[in-house]
């Protein structure tokens, strides 16, 4: 199984290239400086150099704050890259099944607690991040359609673990924490919008599931990838701080505040769990494991 990764040096790209390679996939990663989705000729270099019968594109820029800083930039990676990189499997390998990460971004924004999100539910995306995915997955269904291409859609919901950039909030406040812990000192930490409810998942079960997706035959073409269970961002921090053994405040910092936030929004992920794909590491866990892993970073230093 020759297995092609784009943007495979990214937070997810490590762990879904050593999933692959322990599952037997004979993988070819690249990323920037390797190949660049905004140049056309090198794209089609690359599949025609490498003949794959498996792609996996995770290159994109993946963070709601910068595509609300750059929205021009969003598009062209996210959706123009996207169809350079269709246009050449269609030419090079016809029969490779792709695999196209999207976003749970992508929804449309509920006030209704409680209310798991599938893949019939509305989208009406509220960032440029979730406007690109939106048109990544109708280019998808575009191409399966005109050129019989076998794609398969995420709509992926948060994730986290060891190695995420502390722009997102759970690796920030897990630094933020494991730095004060370190002090031996009392101290305040930075934090966004704290009563907003996500679904969160261990970022070794959702490349789990990428990796059945690309294996198995699918019954269809989008799929959830998230844990099922929404959890209230300050919960989750005080579960950080719990792992702590020195006070900890917490203060709001404005500019972590997103120009535009969901209050509630969780998966249904019926389709993955139906399928048997899904691990479902508790959330708890992961905080754990990446606290430690802070921890014992800071103590090698």
């Known amino acids: 199984?020759?297995?092609?990764?784009?943007?495979?040096?990214?937070?997810?790209?490590?762990?879904?290239?050593?999933?692959?390679?322990?599952?037997?996939?004979?993988?070819?990663?690249?990323?920037?400086?390797?190949?660049?989705?905004l140049d056309r000729e090198g794209v089609?270099?690359?599949?025609?150099?490498?003949?794959?019968?498996?792609?996996?594109?995770?290159?994109?820029?993946?963070?709601?704050?910068?595509?609300?800083?750059?929205?021009?930039?969003?598009?062209?990676?996210?959706?123009?890259g996207t169809i350079n990189l269709l246009d050449a499997i269609v030419k090079h390998a016809p029969q490779a099944k792709?695999?196209?990460?999207?976003?749970?971004?992508?929804?449309?924004?509920?006030?209704e607690m409680n209310v798991a999100l599938s893949e019939t539910s509305e989208r009406e995306a509220s960032s440029p991040y979730g406007i690109s995915k939106i048109a990544q997955e109708n280019f998808a269904e575009l191409y399966r359609k005109k050129y019989g291409m076998k794609i398969v859609c995420t709509r992926s919901?948060?994730?986290?673990?060891?190695?995420?950039?502390?722009?997102?909030?759970?690796?920030?406040?897990?630094?933020?924490?494991?730095?004060?812990?370190?002090?031996?000192?009392?101290?305040?930490?930075k934090v966004g919008n704290l009563s907003a409810w996500r679904d969160f998942s261990d970022v070794r079960d959702v490349v789990h599931v990428y990796r059945m997706l690309l294996e198995n035959k699918t019954e269809y073409d989008v799929?959830?990838?998230?844990?099922?269970?929404?959890?209230?961002?300050g919960d989750l921090l005080d579960t950080i701080i719990g792992f702590a053994t020195v006070k900890i405040e917490a203060i709001q910092d404005p500019e972590k505040i997103r120009p535009v936030d969901i209050p509630y929004q969780c998966c249904d992920n019926s389709r993955i769990v139906k399928c048997g794909y899904w691990n479902g590491t508790r959330i708890e866990e992961t905080l754990k494991w990446m606290f430690d892993h802070e921890i014992d970073s800071q103590n090698c230093n």
């Open 98 to 111: 792709t695999l196209l990460i999207g976003s749970a971004e992508e929804y449309a924004q509920t006030a």
């Open 1 to 37: 199984m020759k297995t092609l990764v784009i943007g495979a040096s990214g937070f997810v790209g490590g762990y879904l290239v050593r999933e692959l390679e322990a599952a037997g996939h004979k993988v070819t990663a690249v990323d920037i400086p390797e190949v660049n989705l």
């Open 44 to 80: 089609d270099s690359l599949l025609e150099k490498t003949q794959p019968d498996y792609v996996v594109n995770l290159a994109a820029i993946s963070s709601v704050g910068a595509s609300w800083k750059d929205p021009v930039s969003t598009i062209q990676v996210n959706v123009v």
């Open 223 to 233: 799929y959830n990838v998230g844990s099922g269970i929404a959890h209230k961002v």
């Open 157 to 189: 919901f948060n994730h986290t673990g060891v190695g995420q950039k502390i722009t997102f909030a759970l690796p920030s406040f897990v630094k933020q924490i494991a730095d004060i812990e370190k002090s031996g000192q009392s101290g305040t930490i």
